[in-house]
């Protein structure tokens, strides 16, 4: 067994690690080396933990035989997944973190001793509140990642599900945990405990539901603060450094990229967590409406003599090309358009896709180079000075309501201003708005012609007629 102050040294290095692995994660090209880091520090806080363990023969092999079961199924899911499921595969990731530190937490409670945490109905305040908390944390985690998980498969409806009085009862709620912590506290009832678990379960429903598709990328990078503060507040309990380093590391860094892509979105924090911003906006007359407007159409042959014309093009990738896995014949493409010295850039919306990063890592995967990825504020202003703007599949970030109409519920959010080129080829399946149910106004713009196909299957016919 190792001794105290060694282990303290090792988990001090696996954060270390952990931090310059968020460190490399902030850049595409030093991504690779960040996942590195936190690969090895995560290694040394295993290998660690292990030798920590006191009674090491009795304990080591259900520890393994569940870690060899977690990490096979963990694999099998990794390798399996597409990208285009990998919003909703952090999703559930983040649900069985919340869970873990559920029972975690419950385990502490039923058994104190285990943990040098007293006894059962004598257990330490200090460590009879961070469980209480990590366990309600985790709970509002587990439920509500559940929701944003089948909100994201499309099992649920992705838009806002609301009543009157919705907020009021998630504020009520939240107080009756507090309430409900202070007096487990005082009579460590276990009847109390299990009220906490339940009640917080209750709120990770309500607080997920009435957020709406557009909010998704968001709702990601929240409930993965959540999952973090849930295993900080655990890990006071078990009294492990690494696991409060950890915690503390993903709970402030998912906070931080919460902010960043509200401030990205023109909205507050509270704004998402209150607004039902994302539903579906279209009545029976809008569609009238929408079935009366020109639309120009074209073909493949079409947008091939548009680009092959052009000086610049300015490629928007959305999840359209996700699901079609069109991201590496649209590299294809590119190299071809380059061949004639034309320019070629990719724009970038902060919650393009379903989570944040989503586009920037198929883009990665197609080897585009990253010098030619750029953020919204970096390039939208060149849109006005471009020949050709190619739209495949991002929808809700490129609509111009969100500049015009007061009423819409993505007013406000800034967008891509795709309008401005000289022409605009817009790939997409059919006239269906986007993820936030908002009809998009670029389709029927002068300078639109839309290119109603499969992604891939397009861009690879606009490949054969670039030659």
């Given at each position: 067994m190792?001794?105290?102050?060694l282990s303290?040294?090792?988990?001090?290095?696996?954060?270390?690690?952990f931090?310059?692995?968020?460190?490399?994660?902030?850049?595409?090209?030093t991504?690779?080396q960040?996942n590195?880091?936190?690969i090895?520090?995560?290694?040394?806080?295993v290998?660690v933990?292990?030798?920590?363990?006191?009674n090491?023969?009795?304990?080591?092999?259900?520890?393994?035989?569940?870690?060899?079961i977690?990490?096979?199924?963990?694999?099998?899911?990794?390798f399996?997944?597409?990208?285009?499921?990998?919003p909703?595969?952090?999703?559930g990731?983040?649900?069985?973190?919340?869970?873990?530190?559920?029972f975690v937490?419950?385990s502490?409670?039923?058994?104190?001793?285990?943990?040098?945490?007293?006894s059962?109905?004598?257990?330490?305040?200090?460590?009879l509140?961070e469980?209480s908390?990590?366990?309600?944390?985790?709970?509002?985690?587990?439920?509500g990642?559940?929701?944003?998980?089948l909100?994201?498969?499309?099992?649920?409806?992705?838009?806002p599900?609301?009543f009157?009085g919705?907020?009021?009862l998630?504020?009520?709620?939240g107080?009756?945990?507090?309430i409900?912590?202070?007096?487990?506290?005082?009579?460590?009832?276990s009847?109390?405990?299990?009220?906490?678990?339940?009640?917080?379960?209750?709120?990770?429903?309500?607080?997920?539901?009435?957020?709406?598709?557009?909010?998704?990328?968001v709702?990601?990078?929240?409930?993965?603060?959540?999952s973090?503060?849930?295993?900080?507040?655990?890990?006071?309990?078990?009294?492990n450094?690494?696991?409060?380093?950890t915690?503390?590391?993903?709970?402030?860094?998912?906070?931080?990229?919460?902010?960043?892509?509200?401030?990205?979105?023109?909205?507050?924090f509270?704004?998402?967590?209150?607004?039902?911003?994302g539903?579906?906006?279209l009545?029976?007359?809008?569609?009238?409406?929408?079935d009366?407007?020109p639309v120009?159409?074209?073909?493949?042959?079409?947008?091939?003599?548009?680009?092959?014309?052009?000086?610049?093009?300015i490629i928007?990738p959305?999840?359209?090309?996700?699901?079609?896995?069109?991201?590496h014949?649209?590299?294809?493409?590119?190299?071809?358009?380059?061949?004639?010295?034309?320019k070629?850039s990719?724009?970038?919306h902060?919650?393009?896709?379903?989570m944040?990063?989503?586009?920037?890592?198929?883009?990665?995967?197609?080897?585009?180079?990253?010098?030619?990825?750029?953020?919204?504020e970096?390039?939208?202003?060149?849109?006005?000075?471009?020949?050709?703007?190619?739209?495949?599949?991002a929808?809700?970030?490129?609509?111009?309501v969100?500049?015009?109409?007061?009423?819409?519920?993505?007013?406000?959010?800034?967008?891509?201003?795709?309008e401005?080129?000289?022409?605009?080829?817009?790939?997409k399946?059919?006239?269906?708005?986007?993820?936030?149910?908002?009809?998009?106004e670029?389709?029927?713009k002068?300078?639109?012609?839309?290119?109603f196909?499969d992604?891939?299957?397009?861009?690879e016919?606009i490949?054969?007629?670039?030659?």
């Open positions: 190792i001794s105290a102050n303290a040294t090792f988990y001090l290095i696996s954060g270390i690690l931090i310059l692995a968020l460190r490399g994660l902030s850049s595409p090209e991504s690779r960040g590195f880091f936190g090895v520090g995560m290694f040394i806080a290998i933990t292990f030798l920590s363990i006191g090491f023969s009795n304990a080591f092999i259900y520890v393994l035989l569940f870690l060899i977690g990490g096979a199924i963990g694999a099998f899911i990794a399996k997944i597409p990208m285009t499921a990998m909703e595969l952090v999703a990731f983040h649900s069985l973190v919340g869970l873990a530190a559920v937490a419950i502490a409670f039923l058994n104190p001793s285990a943990f040098n945490l007293g059962i109905g004598n257990i330490k305040i200090a460590s509140i469980m908390i990590g366990a309600a944390v985790g709970a509002i985690t587990f439920s990642s559940i929701i944003a998980f909100k994201l498969r499309g099992i649920m409806s992705g838009a599900i609301t009157k919705q907020h009021f998630n504020l009520f709620l107080i009756a945990i507090l409900l912590i202070y007096s487990l506290c005082r009579s460590q009832s009847n109390l405990f299990w009220t906490v678990i339940v009640i917080s379960f209750l709120v990770g429903v309500l607080l997920i539901i009435p957020i709406g598709g557009a909010d998704m990328p709702v990601i990078s929240m409930l993965n603060s959540y973090g503060w849930a295993a900080a507040g655990i890990g006071f309990t078990l009294e450094t690494a696991l409060i380093i915690g503390a590391l993903v709970g402030s860094s998912g906070a931080i990229l919460s902010y960043i892509m509200c401030k990205s979105m023109n909205r507050s509270f704004n998402v967590i209150l607004g039902g911003f539903g579906d906006s009545n029976a007359k809008d569609n009238k409406q929408k009366k407007k120009k159409s074209g073909n493949a042959e079409d947008a091939a003599f548009l680009m092959k014309n052009a000086s610049s093009v928007v959305g999840y359209g090309m996700a699901v079609a896995q069109a991201q014949a649209l590299r294809e493409m590119v190299d071809k358009l380059k061949k004639n010295d034309i070629v990719y724009a970038i902060p919650v393009a896709g379903r944040p990063g989503h586009m920037n890592v198929l883009l990665a995967e197609a080897n585009v180079p990253y010098d030619e990825v750029f953020e919204l970096d390039i939208n202003n060149d849109f006005a000075n471009s020949d050709v703007a190619f739209v495949i599949g929808n809700d970030v490129t609509n111009p969100a500049k015009t109409d007061p009423q819409s519920p993505i007013f406000g959010m800034p967008v891509l201003d795709v401005k080129c000289k022409s605009v080829l817009f790939v399946r059919s006239l269906s708005p986007g993820y936030a149910g908002v009809d998009n670029l389709f029927y002068d300078n639109t012609l839309m290119l196909a992604a891939k299957k397009m861009t016919d490949v054969k007629n670039l030659d």
